[in-house]
């Protein structure tokens, strides 16, 4: 599973990236099995677990590697 950590600087990069749209910019809502949910953080972009297929798209694209896998 992919997580953002604290080293994330908000710069949206990944969002654009992520072509399974799992990556959010910190606040907003995102919908899942057609229900909109609030967001998972408010402090920092975020990825939703369920959407993310782990394909890594995003961690080449992280300036700051703050893209991590757990
Ligand atoms: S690993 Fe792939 S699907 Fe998951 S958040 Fe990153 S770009 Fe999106
Ligand atoms: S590319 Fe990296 S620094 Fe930019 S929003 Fe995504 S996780 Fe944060």
Same mark, same amino acid.
């Given at each position: 599973m992919m997580y953002i950590t #604290? #080293? @994330?600087? %908000? @710069?949206s990069a990944c969002v654009d990236e992520c072509e399974q749209k799992a990556i959010y910019n910190a606040g907003e809502e995102y919908e899942l099995n057609g229900e909109m949910k609030g967001p998972l953080s408010e402090d920092h972009t975020f990825i939703v677990p369920e959407l993310c %297929? %782990? @394909?890594?798209?995003c961690v080449e694209v992280c300036a700051v590697d703050a893209i991590e896998e757990k």
């Open positions: #604290e #080293e @994330c600087i %908000d @710069c %297929d %782990d @394909c890594k798209s």
